[in-house]
């Protein structure tokens, strides 16, 4: 079964940096997209950065871009974003997710496998 789970979400301070990791498990890994989204309350759940693992493209929402960097580590089948300069309205729930099947396009309607979120809290 495919399987993510994500990590390293917690309360920091604007400004600050978090890293939070999506451990893969149950597909191929290295021929696969994984990516990140986020969740504001009484919001539909929105792309923040995907990697497709096959060729190694990244995407990027503007809100996000210069401040999270995507990466990948294939032998540990995990997925990184490191999260920099974090802003109050970052605030959200954040989830990994993959298509799965070898699949890797990032359009988030493709997205058939999500882990269970990890809370991500920026204080003024």
């Known amino acids: 079964e495919v399987q993510l789970v994500e990590s390293g979400g917690g309360l920091v301070q604007a400004g600050g940096s978090l890293r939070l990791s999506c451990a893969a498990s149950?597909?191929?890994?290295?021929?696969?997209?994984i990516g990140w989204f986020r969740q504001f309350p009484g919001k539909e759940r929105e792309t923040v950065s995907c990697?497709?693992?096959?060729?190694?493209?990244?995407y990027y929402d503007d809100s996000v871009k210069g401040r999270f960097t995507i990466s990948s580590d294939d032998a540990k089948d995990t997925v990184t974003l490191q999260m920099n300069n974090l802003k109050p309205e970052d605030t959200a729930v954040y989830y990994c997710?993959?298509?799965?099947?070898?699949?890797?396009?990032?359009?988030?309607?493709?997205?058939?496998?999500w882990g269970k979120g990890t809370l991500v809290n920026v204080s003024s």
């Open positions: 990697l497709n693992n096959n060729d190694g493209s990244t």
């Open positions: 997710a993959t298509p799965g099947n070898g699949n890797s396009d990032c359009a988030i309607w493709g997205m058939h496998t």
């Open positions: 149950g597909f191929t890994f290295d021929d696969t997209a």
